[in-house]
């Protein structure tokens, strides 16, 4: 699923950046692009990196899915 609209990042991307050295949101938006247009993504990119790295979201954050 597309994280970033803007960049057209999508979830995929995220995990093989995670896999490859990205530890935080500035990795990604550095890598990727996340986040430098609107800023809509940070929370989900944010989280869709913390479950790369195997960490538990937080409590009532639920990434969404595509429909
Ligand atoms: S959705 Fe990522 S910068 Fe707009």
Redesign the pocket.
């Known amino acids: 699923m597309y994280v970033?609209?803007?960049?057209a990042v999508t979830d995929t991307q995220i995990r093989a950046a995670a896999q490859e050295g990205a530890r935080t949101l500035k990795d990604l938006r550095r890598d990727l692009g996340?986040?430098?247009?609107?800023?809509?993504?940070a929370s989900c990119a944010h989280e869709c990196l913390r479950e790369a790295h195997g960490d538990q979201p937080k409590p009532g954050k639920v990434l969404r899915k595509a429909a």
């Open positions: 970033c609209v803007c960049k996340v986040t430098r247009d609107c800023g809509r993504c």
